[in-house]
């Protein structure tokens, strides 16, 4: 069983990158982004309780988080194990979870904040079936339209400058220390995020020992 726990700044790959280690090792990803996603468009209590969070510019806090993803470990699916993304999000996090669970790594996936900026506003949002397309690497075959199903492609509500801004300062407050925690335990391996996808890949599986 493998359990790896992945971070990263907004837009430094996590989702795909967890995705990919995810198929091909049959592990459960567990994202709490998605999770929260999922609760949005579904309009759960949960959902619009987030939806107000994201429309005022706020972020959901951490004890919500860590309900969240409580709640979801406990569902005992991950038979092979899993790789989890968005969490822990503070040193009392980070500690719990060390505590409770005997993680196999932490994948640090390192994007500078200039280049988080040019990603993650370039990203784009299909409002018909929730497709993720993004203006410099995936861009749909007709502009503003998604090629599945042809909805409108919007821009996420909380990717705007100032939100993004706000996010920036927050990941470099809270997480910075979780990695450093992390690192102080010999479970952190750096990756430079900058890369295409599979450059990234192959280097993370070379780092975890994994067929590249």
Not at 26 to 38: A, K
Not at 41 to 67: I, N, P, S, W, Y
Request: one cysteine or more; a neutral charge.
């Amino acid at each position: 069983m493998r359990k790896y726990v992945i971070m990263g700044i907004q837009g430094s790959g996590k989702g795909t990158q967890s995705a990919l280690l995810a198929d091909d090792l049959d592990l459960v990803h567990i994202s709490v982004g998605d999770i929260f996603r999922w609760h949005v468009k579904c309009h759960t209590k949960l959902g619009a309780q987030v939806r107000r969070l994201v429309a005022a510019g706020e972020l959901v806090g951490d004890d919500l988080v860590e309900d969240v993803v409580r709640d979801r470990l406990q569902l005992h699916d991950w038979n092979y194990g899993f790789i989890i993304d968005g969490f822990p999000r503070n040193r009392r996090q980070a500690e719990f979870f060390l505590e409770s669970y005997d993680i196999d790594g932490v994948i640090h996936l390192d994007l500078p904040d200039e280049e988080v900026r040019r990603r993650v506003l370039a990203r784009r949002l299909c409002s018909r079936c929730g497709m993720d397309y993004n203006l410099i690497a995936h861009r749909p075959e007709v502009d503003g339209r998604c090629d599945v199903c042809g909805g409108d492609l919007v821009t996420r509500a909380d990717d705007t400058p100032d939100a993004l801004a706000r996010r920036l300062r927050d990941y470099h407050n809270k997480i910075d220390p979780v990695v450093e925690l992390f690192r102080g335990k010999e479970y952190v391996m750096t990756i430079d995020a900058r890369p295409d996808k599979a450059t990234v890949q192959q280097t993370i599986r070379s780092r975890l020992g994994l067929p590249t």
